[in-house]
């Protein structure tokens, strides 16, 4: 349903999503069209270009706001803080040719109700439409909104779904479906490079430095001009060439599901074969043979079918990831049938991309399937979106660079009106003075400023790809810098993919017996417990090997039988239906049974925390349930009498441990003869189970875990651990990895949801760390190592708490919630989607958020952290801005060091440009005093020959190995960077203008209007020196003059000296002599400039356009140039660079972070009350000493 909004409030397209948007309606005006039309015309393309970067201004120039029903033209803007606009056209379908009216009614049979349905304006048979990121919206004429189309409507029950869907839809339903909804292929096109072009030259940046170059040509700078176009032209032709590979891969990614041969069941004509971008949502899909693609979202109907989610899930387990779908229940009731499935729906699901591997056939035939999604609306369709549509950054440095850009401009706009003073004073033409001064705001913002910022990513993402670490979205490279806060997963990712068998508990009468210890090498004694491992499972026979959970691998193996497909011979219960057989093999212990056939799933669920099936023994007419799951969800289902009194002490036996632990049950039906399993429900039969016992497994530590937690830590970067595992498990294992430290308290938070007449209530209970032995003593013990205090500062308590709790918090104790993440260090059983709301909860207290996984449970999390790395070498983990193909954390430090660099790098160079734009801004402003410029060559040689090689080489420095405790800064406009920028313009404008003044104060100055050499050595320094004095008659000469060929050494050599002064190394960066390129190109180059500053040739006079000058002058501009160098470096590394000094002055100051989650921790720590230990508060009453925070 959409959300009511108040009447002056525009309407909401995707309400409550991430691409949600505000929409407005607009019709476009005929006289302001034309009039816009005239002002791109007479502006020469200038408006239309505007329009081009601001859509916005477009249509608010040329259209007249309207209602939505009226509309021909939309614009959307984003409700983020960003708040995009995008326009879009509304677009029409006509009917009248597919359908007459008295077809109508026909093309809704299956589904009057749905949206497509109100969508058809009467009489005229038309449908409006937009399309936005590659989904349609139909204009519904009854609500009087966009509504998205592409996919059933989720309102629909199981039983209407049944009901209005399994038998297909007819021809005429079809058609009509496919002419609205378009078709179902997911289609990423690869742009022809004309368009890559056009589209990279209309950059702002671009534009501006035709602009620039433009007016250069125009002055005659011919070499200089000629050199930018050549690597502006390299420039372009790499990106594009970048771009379009991007576009190939994600183009082969997706296109071989768009043209696969499907067979559809339609109404009264039965099955078809056709091409699967003609599916439409409602096609009944009819599942025959093996290994083949789904080309769509379907919904499973009747049978099973075992389906490939590798790609989809991007386990850990790189390999095939067989997954048991099971058909939608045929129930009736009014739930929508997500809503009834509650989160496992998606066991009904057969997801687009994935690959059916097994299908197994009920008496009505092969397995029927819904098409449920098409397109661009299905799973594998919204992965593809958002990587072409990808979130923008909220980066302050992106955002500083703007700020400071535009200052820039003011400097810019400054010099053209002193430009246009001096040279109207000196009464120059009027077309003279305006060049000028349009060359003089071209100066101090370099067109290559915005590019600095991404010269040290794309160096950072190569020393990355060496490690084997892939990054599809490097703007994220320096965001990485700023990380303070980790969330890993624990399960793939901080340990082991598999698990190894510790060992087995039986149950009997209601006591535990005895261990039984697999490292024995005895079997497992035969009995019910045996019997529910062989066959509580989903695993299957796939090219002769068994495969399926790893859990259910390991547990399986451990019995010593096999597994085979049973042909319908064996069954007695559906000739029809194929099942499975478990039979024990060689090593098995001895049994009194030849087999046991495995008849019907209940498969597990994330959110049941179970699963069971129906077993039934060789040669017996009996049926047995087993069931597998979470020790507290399966002793529920069993009756009192068979679960023992200390149950909850034993199981936290080893879970403290760090054990995985499962619990089993079983339970004798009486289904009768010929039962119909296919129909029955798991509640019909999952209670009144006995517990057989608990099933104890290993889940060990990777190696690198505990190295690179203890790294972070003395980095000052917090870990936090989040999983979907037990939550005393998750605990051990967060105290054996280091993220728990050994003189922590742990508090564990229980937070309920309300019951009856008692209100929500969260319990504080102090977690004691107990580890008691058993009889055969230490030995089953994960090994413990020595845990040093490296945790966060300050922090003696952790909370730790499951879904349920966290989910509960949200809910109903949200003021607690921020102080609660601030110490929270383990949250265990947590879902998808509480993943993801944890990371966006730390988010709102300012922390900079890394996100590490493995799965597609962690999909969601990763895209939603500031930089989510995949240990996943599937398909989902395109999602993940980075994917690691070394599955294990020691990318996390890897990818932070990188961040760092590259964000350092990044502001160097920025740095570095600011500096070089103002250095030779002031030596022209100088020169423009007197109508004069710098020569061609001379702005070659410091333009092409210094900047730009210092721009590609500054960067290659890289990241030094040891993380340091804490972060460089992110904000370009920090006082330190402000200040070492002015602070290096104060002293080239001193040193310019010193060197400006006193030349003139020579006694060899004059003013030259030609060029003239050295004076022999017989020859003396005199003022009209080869009748070189100034000449009235003689032309003006533009660039030739004494004060020009003192200040071209002072601006060159200064913009090497800025460029090795801001190259600093440590702690970010390996030191600068490592950086061999830019340390021998700092060297050639300045070796060139004192060769062609000291060298009396003739001709380096002439081609450069310098005076000769006495040597002794010479040598004083560079000793000025020496302390100039001295002052600049002590100023860079001994003040600006100097942590301490800075750390006295904040203190001093009394200044304070004004991040959320430290101002939080200033006034938590504060509060005598905080952290509450061992109590219980409801919602109705929080104490106030922590609800408020503020103490006493």
Known sequence: MEKKLPADQPPLLNVGKEDEAEIFGYKTHGFRKALCIAGSVLSCGVLLLVFYWKPAWDVWASCVPCDLQEADVVLLRATDEF?????????????????????????????????????????????????????????????????????????????????????????????????????????????PIWKLLFKEILNPFYVFQAFTLTLWLCQGYIEYSTAIIFLSILSIALTIYDLRQQSVKLHDLVEEHNNVQVTIWIKHEGRRQVASSSLVPGDILLLEGQKHSLPCDAILLDGSCVINEGMLTGGGGRGERPVTKTALPHTENILPWKTHSVEDYRRHVLFCGTEVIQTRHTSKGPPRAVVLQTGFSTAKGDLVRSILYPKPLNFKLYRDAFKFILGLAVIAVLGMVYAIYVYTSHKQPGRDTLAMALLLLTVPVPPALPAALTTGIVYAQ????????????????????????????????????????????????????????????????????????????????????????????????????????????????????????????????????????????????????????????????????????????????????????????????????????????????????????????????????????????????????????????????????????????????????????????VILVEASEPEGSTPASVTWQLMEDKHQPTGEGNDFRIPMQDEAELGWPGTKFHFAMDGKSYEALIKHFSSLVPKVLLNGTVFARMSPGQKSSLVEEFQKLNYCVGMCGDGANDCGALKMAHAGISLSEQEASVASPFTSQTPNIQCVPEMIREGRASLVSSFAVFKYLTLYALIQFVGTSLLYWQLQILGNYQYLVQDVGITIVVCLTMSLTHAYPKLAPYRPSGQLLSPPLLLS??????????????????????????????????????????????????????????????????????????????????????????????????????????GVTLFLFFADFERIYTGMELLCTPMMWRVRILIALGILFCVSFFVEDAVLHNRRLWLWIKALLRFRSSSQYRVLQRKMAQDPAWPPVNRRDFAAYVNPAYEEGDGK
């Not at 009748?1027 to 601006?1051: C, K, M």
């Open 462 to 745: 190569r020393r990355l790809k060496k490690k084997r670490i892939f990054c599809i979205s490097p703007q994220r490279i320096n965001i990485c810098g700023q990380i303070n806060l980790v969330c890993f997963d624990k399960t793939g990712t901080l340990t082991e993919d598999g698990l190894d068998l510790w060992g087995a508990i039986p149950c009997q009468h209601g006591s535990f017996q005895e261990a039984h210890r697999f490292s024995s090498g005895l079997p497992l004694p035969w009995g019910p417990l045996c019997q529910a491992m062989a066959t509580c499972h989903s695993l299957l026979v796939l090219d002769g090997k068994v495969q399926g959970d790893p859990l259910d691998l390991k547990m399986f193996e451990g019995t010593g039988w096999g597994l085979e497909e049973a042909g319908p011979e064996l069954s007695q219960t559906s000739p029809a239906e194929e099942c499975t057989v478990v039979k024990p093999g060689q090593d098995a212990s001895q049994v009194s049974v030849a087999g046991v056939l495995i008849l019907h799933q209940f498969p597990f669920s994330s959110s049941l925390q179970r699963m069971s099936v129906i077993a039934q023994e060789l040669g017996k007419n009996s049926y047995d349930l087993y069931m597998k799951g979470a020790p507290e969800m399966v002793a529920g289902f069993c009756t009192a009498e068979s679960v023992p009194r200390h149950f909850l002490q034993e199981l936290q036996l080893y879970t403290s441990q760090g054990f995985r632990v499962i619990a089993l049950a079983h339970k004798a039906l009486a289904l009768g003869t010929d039962p119909d399993l296919d129909g029955l429900e798991r509640e019909e039969v999952e209670f009144g189970l006995t517990l057989l016992g608990l099933l104890v497994m290993e889940n060990r530590l990777k190696q690198e875990t505990r190295p690179v937690l203890e790294e972070l830590k003395a980095a000052r970067i917090r870990t936090v651990m989040v999983t979907g595992d037990n939550l005393q498990t998750a605990i051990t294992v967060a105290r054996n990895c280091g993220m728990l430290s050994s003189p922590s308290q």
């Open 981 to 1086: 920028v002015v602070l290096n313009v104060s002293f080239t404008l001193a040193v310019q203008v010193c060197g400006y003044l006193l030349v003139k104060q020579q006694p060899w100055y004059s003013e030259i209007r030609r060029h003239r050499g050295c004076p022999s050595a017989n020859e003396s320094w005199i003022p009209g020196y080869r009748n070189g004095t100034f000449n009235a008659t003689e032309p003006f000469h533009q660039v030739l003059s004494y004060e020009d060929a003192t200040l071209w050494p002072l601006v060159t050599i200064n913009c090497l000296i800025v460029a090795f002064v801001f190259s600093k190394g440590k702690p970010f960066r390996k030191p600068i002599y490592t950086n061999y390129v830019f340390c021998i190109a700092l060297c050639l180059q300045l």
């Open 83 to 191: 708040q995009r606009y995008t326009k879009k056209r509304v677009t029409w379908i006509d009917l009248s040719k597919l359908l007459g009216k008295e077809q109508l009614s026909d093309a809704f049979r299956a589904d009057a109700g749905c949206v497509l349905s109100k969508a058809v304006m009467k009489p005229q048979l038309k449908v409006r439409y937009i399309q936005v990121q590659r989904i349609r919206y139909v204009w519904d004429v009854s609500s009087k909104q966009f509504h998205r189309i592409g996919s059933l409507e989720d309102s629909n029950t199981c039983f209407e779904i049944h009901h209005k869907f399994a038998d297909g839809l007819t021809t005429q339903e079809q058609n009509f479906r496919k002419l609205v909804c378009g078709p179902n292929a997911i289609e990423v096109e690869i742009p």
